[in-house]
């Protein structure tokens, strides 16, 4: 069995790219972290201001994320997940696929075209420093290992075909 988790900034591509990417797949299916995380009303904290409530609430939505990802896999399905993994959640993103292959993909534009689709989405936006910091995050040595695409000048449908042929999918 097998996971894919598509990470990156905001205005990366990863949930069009997950989609895409899902979508042509016989048996798949697109997980966005951030839906189960969303499904908190009252009480729910933005990670745009961390604390101590916002990382309990976002462990448990990837809980939620990877026990549904494993109960898809487990009927056949190949579970496309996206969000966006921090440092030490990789660890933790493994030990919840204990068995599993598990392939991460960083979508990393540069800096300024992921600023300008941040700019232009039409769901939501966010401030320009995290979105920095972010990006800045995502230079680490954690993401060693990882597939890294850098973006920029692709369409939704070239980098979901350029992570499709990488991975063999």
């Given at each position: 069995m097998r996971v894919v988790i598509i990470t990156g900034t905001p205005g990366s591509g990863k949930t069009s790219v997950a989609e895409e990417i899902a979508s042509r797949l016989g048996a798949s299916a697109h997980i966005p972290v951030d839906f189960f995380r969303k499904m908190i009303k009252g009480?729910?904290?933005?990670p745009h201001l961390?604390?101590?409530?916002v990382d309990r609430?976002?462990?448990?939505a990837r809980r939620a994320a990877a026990d549904t990802a494993i109960r898809l896999a487990l009927a056949g399905f190949t579970p496309i997940l996206d969000d966006v993994v921090a440092p030490g959640w990789e660890e933790e993103w493994q030990i919840y696929f204990l068995g599993m292959r598990v392939d991460i993909v960083l979508l990393q534009p540069r800096l300024e075209v992921a600023l300008e689709r941040n700019r232009t989405r039409e769901c939501w936006t966010v401030e320009e420093k995290v979105l920095t910091d972010l990006h800045a995050m995502f230079d680490q040595d954690y993401t060693a290992g990882w597939l890294r695409v850098d973006s920029s000048a692709q369409s939704v449908d070239e980098t979901a075909s350029r992570v499709m042929t990488?991975?063999?999918l």
């Open positions: 009480g729910y904290r933005s961390w604390d101590e409530e609430q976002c462990k448990i990488e991975l063999g």
